[in-house]
């Protein structure tokens, strides 16, 4: 191997060049594939877990609360709120 490839070749991110290549070419772009936004998502939903032996009860309980709030806080016109 070392006759054809430099042994340099061989560092992590020299070869991982190589990769990149096959990575995009089955996965497409990086904005498509990319979970960033959906990790944001489930964090925001980590947040809302108060009892720790129920985490799922607890985190609808969460989403449950803050869709109410966010409801009625849109036809609130004398209280200032996030939306108004």
Same mark, same amino acid.
């Given at each position: 191997?070392e006759?054809?490839?430099p $042994?340099t070749? &061989?560092?992590?991110?020299?070869?991982?060049?190589?990769? %990149?290549? #096959?990575?995009? #070419? %089955?996965?497409?772009?990086?904005?498509?594939?990319?979970?960033? $936004?959906?990790?944001?998502? %489930?964090?925001k939903? #980590?947040?809302?877990?108060r009892n *720790?032996e129920? $985490? #799922?009860?607890?985190?609808a309980?969460?989403?449950?609360?803050?869709?109410? &709030?966010?409801?009625?806080?849109?036809? %609130? *016109?004398?209280?200032?709120?996030? &939306?108004?």
């Amino acid at each position: 191997m070392e006759m054809l490839f430099p $042994p340099t070749f &061989f560092t992590v991110m020299v070869h991982f060049i190589v990769h %990149l290549v #096959k990575d995009v #070419k %089955l996965g497409g772009h990086v904005q498509y594939r990319w979970m960033y $936004p959906i990790e944001r998502y %489930l964090e925001k939903f #980590k947040s809302y877990v108060r009892n *720790k032996e129920q $985490p #799922k009860g607890s985190i609808a309980e969460g989403y449950m609360a803050e869709e109410f &709030f966010t409801f009625c806080s849109r036809y %609130l *016109k004398e209280i200032d709120t996030v &939306f108004n």
